[in-house]
Each structure stands twice: as structure tokens, then as C-alpha cells.
């Protein structure tokens, strides 16, 4: 029985070490710098592929007075960098610098629509806009209180990031906090 006892240990023991580097591999996946996923065409905008670029799907949002606006709106015919972030969130934190250097760089010829993810809870209106006044950002935020925005675009973490084109066409994706150089290969594609 001793044998027996003691293989069965080695091999429960075995089985736990592939387990955890399993899900050690697999968890720690989600943590590297996001790269650019053109759209093939599918919903996700990720892959490659040959087809076309997809229509960027409409929502609607709320500016700071409460007042609904559809992407269509805020894109105003121009390329445009479409985030999705929260005041709470780190990652959303870590590429605001590089977001603001780009708006205050490109304002004028690319449209920035920053959605904050305002579930009344951990996010608020209000505590959206005292991040953005503490930290000094200048670009407008709209709310999707409504999940609205989230929901077309499968935005369930954060931060995300589409890229489209003045044509109103989904051209890339960015998932998890960009670099200041992802964000600007993101620009590139769709300027």
C-alpha cells in the first residue's frame, strides 16, 4: 500500500504543477502589450484577412449636460480613435498621457470619443470628470451609462481601443493599455 500511496501522491502532485503552469501560461497572456488587430471583416475586428472593413456600428452617449449623441455625431466625417475606459481602471490610467499628447497633436484633423464605462456604482459621472480635471485632460469624455456603446462594440474589458477611418470603416483594434506608439500606429491606419 506504501508504493501505491506514494505514486499516487507523485502523480496528484504531477498533475498540479501542469495545472498551474497551465494557467500560469494562459492567465499571463492577457498581460502583454496590446498589438493592432486589423478588422478582417468579422464583428471582433481581430485577425487578418482579405475582406473589406466592416461599418463602425452607431450608438448612442451622453455628454457632460446629459444630453444623447450617436458616433456618427462625434466622428463629424473625420478619422477617429474610439476608447472605451474608466476612471478605476490602470491600464485605462497607464495610456491617457499618450491619448492626451495625441489629441492636443491631431484634435483639429482626427476625432477623439472617449467613452467612459459610468455604471453609477464604482463609476460615476462625477468621478469621471474629477479624474479628468485632477489629472489635466483636456478631451472630451461622453457616458455610456446606458451600456449602450459597450454592448455594440463587445467592450466587457478595459480599456479598449477601435481605430476608424474618415469613411466611417472599423480598420483596427487595441485591446489593454496602448503604448504611445501603438496608439500612433493606430492613427497611421486610419490617416
Known amino acids: 500500500m506504501n508504493r501505491k500511496s506514494l505514486i499516487l501522491t507523485a502523480a496528484a502532485l504531477l498533475l498540479i504543477i501542469v495545472g498551474a503552469l497551465v494557467g500560469y501560461t494562459y492567465l499571463s497572456r492577457g498581460e ?67 491619448i492626451q499628447e495625441a489629441y492636443e497633436r491631431l484634435g483639429g484633423d482626427v476625432s477623439f470619443v ?6 453609477g456604482q464604482r463609476e460615476t459621472r462625477e468621478s469621471a470628470e474629477e479624474y479628468m480635471a485632477e489629472s489635466g485632460w483636456t478631451f472630451p469624455i461622453y457616458f455610456d451609462s446606458d451600456y449602450d456603446a459597450a454592448m455594440t462594440y463587445g467592450a466587457y474589458s478595459l480599456p479598449q481601443t477601435y481605430f476608424i477611418d474618415a469613411e466611417g470603416r472599423l480598420i483596427a483594434a487595441a485591446r489593454g ?3 504611445a506608439e501603438v496608439l500612433q500606429s493606430g492613427i497611421d491606419m486610419i490617416t
Not at 32 to 52: K, T
Not at 54 to 61: L, R, S
Not at 114 to 119: A, E, F, H, L, Y
Open 32 to 98: 502583454s502589450a496590446p498589438q493592432l488587430s486589423e478588422n478582417d471583416g468579422e464583428a471582433a475586428v481581430e485577425g487578418e484577412g482579405e475582406s473589406a472593413p466592416q461599418p463602425a456600428p452607431d450608438f448612442t452617449v451622453y455628454d457632460a449636460e446629459g444630453n444623447g449623441i450617436t458616433l456618427s455625431v462625434l466622428m463629424d466625417g473625420k478619422p477617429t480613435v474610439l476608447n472605451f475606459w474608466a476612471s478605476w481602471c490602470g491600464p485605462c490610467r497607464s495610456e491617457m498621457p499618450h
Open 114 to 119: 472617449m467613452i467612459n464605462m459610468t455604471d
Open 177 to 179: 493599455s496602448m503604448s
